[in-house]
């Protein structure tokens, strides 16, 4: 299906409304009903355990699975009919935890490929000199620079991808996101991999992605703590279904998200400080612990 709607050619931060999704693999529901609305502009935090169908949905709003029911729609048209390459030209970008760079490349021509792959300019026009393909080439060129200065890149431009450390891939990957310009943008855990020194440091990276790429993000991610810092929603995803959504303190105090990965015992809801468990005194009076926030929980 070549895209014709309302979205094709638009520019600016898309809004994201995911409605009753069902996938299913046999007999198993990887994603069950499943409803996610991001804002134009919003970074919203995807979270869950292990197999909670967080990348199958992921998967879902790209293109890669189609879903049994429900739907999908940026900015109230439905991307359901669209292959995934006619959603990347509608805006919508994907990126993947194994970070797909090329290897042998260094790093400001793998940036330029991503330049090139969204604003081609002609053959016949870059050999002729165009007047508006050279104004095309110094832009990109001056955004190719922008950016390599704002991800810390330039000291590594000629270097080759294979011999950076797996941080410094993910930030060539970054940076390449915002080179795509990207109006809904889907990161996978961003932060596979890398040490927990080099992980601290992603919070301010992505908040620059965001803020280069003006973009909308659904961000799936396993650092509980980096996601409730980052994102102004969060939605919490357990066996395919969304469990909890909310603002951050809000999940962060939800029973229902606090059972999904300590388990639904009393104990383990008094030590979040999400609920108030009795708690007898010598006097053998009934006591609510006081409720302070809860620490971010992570697997």
Not at 208 to 224: G, K, Q, Y
């Amino acid at each position: 299906m070549t895209p014709t709607g309302s979205t094709t050619g638009t520019t600016g931060p898309a809004r994201l409304d995911v409605e009753g999704v069902v996938v299913a693999f046999g007999g198993l529901r990887a994603v069950d009903r499943a409803d996610l609305c991001a804002e134009p502009g919003s970074i919203v935090g995807l979270i869950g355990p292990n197999g909670s169908g967080k990348t199958t949905l992921l998967d879902v709003i790209s293109g890669l699975v189609g879903p049994q029911a429900g739907s999908v729609r940026l900015d109230g048209e439905s991307l359901v009919e669209y292959l995934p390459e006619e959603r990347v030209n509608l805006g919508v970008v994907r990126s993947f935890q194994d970070c797909r760079l090329f290897p042998e490349l260094c790093v400001e021509d793998v940036l330029l490929l991503t330049q090139d792959a969204r604003r081609p300019v002609g053959v016949l026009s870059s050999t002729l000199q165009a007047p508006w393909a050279r104004r095309s080439e110094r832009s990109k060129r001056a955004a190719l620079e922008q950016v390599m200065g704002s991800f810390g890149l330039v000291r590594f431009r000629r270097h080759r991808i294979a011999h950076l450390s797996t941080g410094t891939r993910r930030v060539v990957d970054l940076a390449s996101i915002v080179l795509a310009r990207p109006r809904l943008l889907l990161l996978d855990e961003p932060t596979a991999g890398i040490a927990q020194r080099e992980a601290e440091a992603f919070v301010p990276l992505l908040r620059r992605l965001h803020e280069l790429a003006d973009t909308t993000i659904v961000l799936v991610e396993h650092d509980v703590p980096l996601v409730f810092e980052l994102c102004s929603k969060v939605v919490m995803m357990e066996t395919g279904a969304v469990v909890s959504s909310g603002t951050p303190d809000q999940v962060r105090r939800d029973p229902r998200a606090l059972a999904a990965y300590l388990g639904a015992s009393d104990e383990a809801l008094a030590v979040s400080g999400a609920v108030p468990v009795p708690s007898a005194d010598p006097e053998g009076d009934a006591v609510a612990p006081a409720g302070g926030a809860a620490e971010p929980v992570g697997e």
